[in-house]
Each structure stands twice: as C-alpha cells, then as structure tokens.
C-alpha cells in the first residue's frame, strides 16, 4: 500500500558538521509534507513544511527540499549541534475520504558527536 | 508541545483494566487525533475526530474508545478487549481543514 519510509535509520555526524536526513513517499495524492523532531520520551515537535507545487523551503537552519519526480525529502540541518540529537519523522498528507490524513514514517534516529 | 497537554505522563494498568488517557488544548482547534507509538516505530492513527460530537475510527481502533464531548477534550480509554496495550500514546489537534498536526508530551502506559 501507500507508505512513507526512510533510508536510514540511524544517523551519526559530528558537531558542527551538516546533517541530511532522507524520506520516501509514494502516495501520488500526497500534496503537502511536515518533519517532526521527536526528543526522547517527548512528543513530536514541528519544524518545517513544504506544499508539493515547492522544491525547497528554508528554515532557521533547516532545508527541506522536495523531489517530486522521484517522490523524494529530505531535510538538511547546517551546523548541527547536540540538541539536535532526537528522532525526526517525515510524514505526508492527503485528503482520504473528506479528511485530511497523516503518514508517518518510521523515523531516523539522529546522533550528534561531541 | 504548544497548547496540548496529555495526563498522566505514565499510567499503569492491571489485567482486565479499562484505563483513560486525557487529552486537552487550548488552541482552539477543531480536530483532535490519538495515535499509539510503538518503540522504534512511526506513529499510527487510533481514532480522529473532526468536530464535537463526532469521531472516526483510524487505523487501529480495535480495543480503544473515545469520546467528543467538547471541543477542547479528547479523552481515549484503552480497554480490556485491548491485548497489546503497552505503547506511548499521543495526543494532537488542528485546525479544521489544515493540515499541520500539534502533539501533546504523551502518556506512556505500562501494564502491570
């Protein structure tokens, strides 16, 4: 079925060093994406977006580029530091049957060396 | 975790137990959602709830209820029929028609 997944699960850089998290969609219908950072025992916490009619949007620090034609995201973090360190989930959104729904991936664990 | 707060942080539940985890937000939002997180895992979808007095069931609803009683509060009872229930459960709104979700801290449930 339609799912959102990501390459790698677990992701070491060092400090200071930039950072590039990957995601795959296939759901066609999907027009609009979040990434959420999830510390952990915590709640997800939003950081960035993008519509599907953008290629790139910039942050404070964060990317989020979009590759429709291969169905690819990614988020890219410059300068990462230590509290950078959490789970961060890609998820897409639709409208499936008169509401707006959710996917998530499973995540990619981020670790930020000292 | 903006305007959503999710109580108790951690609940215990016995065999043949029905538990209710609290969700409230003060943003206003019209949608309310819970999803159940599993270690290691994505998020899925328990129950959703677009309006006051109406709720859907998600991907997962087997073993849990709900209720939409004000706009403000979604609460989700686990239930005995819910054999798996030890999990990070999380609670988020929306606005109406938006697509942005906001999560509550969570509740993590451990059964006795």
């Known amino acids: 079925g339609e799912s959102v997944g990501l390459h790698l699960p677990t992701l070491s850089v060092q400090e200071g060093d930039n950072s590039i998290i990957n995601c795959a969609y296939s759901?066609?219908?999907?027009?609009?994406f979040i990434w959420y950072k999830q510390e952990s025992g915590k709640g997800p916490q939003f950081i960035i977006d993008i519509r599907s009619n953008m290629d790139k949007r910039q942050g404070q620090r964060v990317t989020v580029l979009l590759n429709k034609t291969v169905k690819h995201l990614s988020l890219q973090i410059a300068a990462t530091q230590p509290g950078d360190s959490a789970v961060y989930f890609c998820a897409e959104n639709f409208m499936d049957t008169g509401r707006r729904a959710l996917t998530f991936g499973s995540g990619t664990r981020l670790q930020v060396q000292p | 975790d903006g305007g959503i707060t999710q109580s108790p942080k951690y609940l215990f539940r016995k065999e043949g137990q029905n538990v209710t985890l609290s969700c409230e937000q003060n943003l206003n939002h019209d949608a309310m959602y819970w999803y159940r997180q599993d270690p290691g895992q994505g998020l899925r979808l328990i129950y959703y709830?677009?309006?006051?007095?109406?709720?859907q069931k998600g991907d997962i609803a087997e073993g849990y209820s709900v209720s939409r009683e004000k706009k403000e509060s979604f609460p989700l009872t686990v239930t005995s029929a819910q054999k798996n229930p030890t999990a990070f459960y999380l609670c988020?709104?929306?606005?109406?028609?938006?697509?942005?979700?906001?999560f509550g801290p969570g509740t993590r449930l451990l059964v006795l």
């Open positions: 988020a709104s929306s606005m109406g028609g938006a697509e942005t979700q906001y």
């Open positions: 759901n066609s219908a999907s027009d609009y």
């Open positions: 709830s677009q309006i006051v007095n109406d709720f």
